[in-house]
């Protein structure tokens, strides 16, 4: 062992990882700083552009709401590496859930050897999604897999082949979830051809409803119906959608949509599908962001916040429909792995423990709006402040308008950045600023963190 050349020089020691990480912003270099930048020079070499990066900082630790990179720089984490470790990086409760089980064992592949902990996460997430009905629990692990799957069982269960998706989503990197997702650039360019019997309905966004936002609902209605007649009913598997999209734009439907596409899909015997992955798992100050609607969708597909950072996906659903794909019809080497399985036990304690986290979901959307909402008439730039819970958003458009405005979300993101606070953009247009913290960031960093975006979107104006 000790004969083994290190390829990298030792990062954070020992000594320090046992040390707690100080939930403060403290920025000792520029950021990146220079052994940032070097590491990132070494990565160029070896790891190809296609991974895109947002910030080229390297993490040495992460705590709480805080990562420590490489200069020793404390950032503020408003991304929560893509809305998976909401209740926090490195929860002590899954850190050692996961030393446990890997000391006990790593993997068998569950459809070689059972384990227990993926039938209790089954039975937890089964309690967990809505309506009374019996459900079954399949999990997978990465959310483009249980989308993918999701589409599966839906086929399986109709026998139909069609599938309808919509304008702004995101659904994965894979081929039938890129063909699913909208955005050309940069996810689809060059990956031609996609699978086809996808369909793209209108998804009811208020802000951009061309007819005005009151119009959005029951136009985006019309058009989702129209579009099932035109394809015929009896061609239609399912109907996928994110309650809130993520990639999209951080979108809540106009109220009333949820609702209206659930009675449309039943009427006509459509699976209707919930893609969860972002905004599941106590992100929006529910367990699933459908609740906040009362919608009861057929197949709830859950992934990211799911296991801490683990990877881990699932799909519960109605069990008669889950139980139509035979045995050996679904699975994977991975998916289910012991370690994530412990993983999502730790997670879902947290979550379900008391209301806290789930309380401390809303107390943050209440710090950014009150921060952040004063900006849409002070600068003119923030179109819109939206989101629910812990996943809250700011469009910024071309001043006094609806036009998006990338180039100065860009420039803002940056800002951040620079000021060590991680934020992330999204949207079709790029114009997004979104913030994911992690549940249980302070008031006091997160107040620390929206002050700095707010100085950011200032400035830019
Ligand atoms: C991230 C995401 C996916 C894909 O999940 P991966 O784990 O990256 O495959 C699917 N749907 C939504 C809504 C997402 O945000």
Redesign the pocket.
């Known amino acids: 062992m000790d004969t083994a050349v290190p390829t990298t020089e030792p990062t954070a020691s020992d000594a320090a990882i046992a040390q707690p990480v100080e939930q403060r912003r403290i920025l000792v270099t520029e950021v990146p700083g220079p052994r940032s930048r070097e590491k990132h020079a070494h990565r160029t070499q070896h790891v190809p552009v296609g991974l895109g990066i947002t910030l080229p900082v390297f993490v040495e630790r992460a705590s709480g709401g805080i990562l420590v990179d490489a200069d020793g720089n404390h950032l503020i984490d408003l991304a929560s590496g ?2 998976v470790t909401s209740v926090g990086a490195s929860h002590p409760a899954v850190v050692a859930a996961v030393q446990k089980q890997a000391a006990a064992f790593t993997h068998t592949c569950f459809m070689v050897t059972e384990y227990d902990g993926y039938a209790q996460v089954a039975e937890r997430l089964n309690r967990i999604a809505p309506g009374e009905h019996e459900k079954r629990t399949a999990l997978f ?7 993918e799957n999701a589409v599966k069982i839906a086929r399986a269960y109709t026998g139909r082949p069609d599938v309808v998706v919509f304008d702004h ?6 081929l039938l ?1 890129l063909g699913m997702t909208a955005k050309e650039a940069p996810y689809k360019t060059g990956f031609a051809p996609f699978p086809e019997h996808i369909h793209r309905a209108p998804f009811a966004y208020p802000l951009h409803w061309r007819t005005g936002a009151q119009n959005a609902v029951p136009e985006a209605l019309a058009s989702f119906e129209a579009l099932i007649e035109r394809v015929g009913p009896d061609r239609i598997a399912a109907a996928v959608i ?1 309650p809130i ?3 999209g734009g951080f979108i809540v439907p106009g109220e009333g949509f949820l609702a209206g596409i659930r009675e449309i899909t039943e009427r006509h015997g459509i699976v209707m599908v919930a ?5 599941g798992m106590g992100r929006t100050g529910r367990m699933l962001a459908i609740e906040h609607e009362g919608v009861v969708p057929d197949l709830v ?1 859950t ?2 916040a799911l296991a801490g950072g683990m ?1 881990l ?1 699932a799909v519960t659903g109605r069990a008669e429909i889950m139980e139509t794909v035979g045995a050996g019809g679904l699975g994977g080497t991975y998916a289910g792995n012991p370690l994530s399985c412990a993983a999502a036990l730790a997670v879902l304690d947290e979550l379900e423990c008391d209301d806290t986290l789930l309380q401390r979901a809303r107390r943050i959307e209440e710090l950014v709006r009150t921060h952040l909402e004063p900006l849409v008439d002070e600068t003119g730039i923030v179109a819109e402040v939206r989101g629910r819970g812990a996943m809250m958003a700011i469009e910024i458009c071309h001043p006094g308008t609806d036009e998006p405005d990338a180039p100065t979300a860009k420039e803002i993101a940056a800002a951040c950045h620079a000021q060590g606070v991680v934020t992330l953009t999204c949207g079709t247009h790029s114009n997004v600023l979104r913030l994911l913290p992690p549940l249980v960031i302070s008031d006091e960093l997160l107040e620390d963190a929206l002050g700095v975006l707010a100085d950011a979107v200032r400035a830019a104006r």
């Open positions: 893509i809305a692990t990465t959310g483009a897999e249980a989308i989503a995101y659904h994965g990197r894979t979830t994110e999209q993520g990639e893609d969860e992955v972002q905004a597909c992934a990211k990877p996906s």
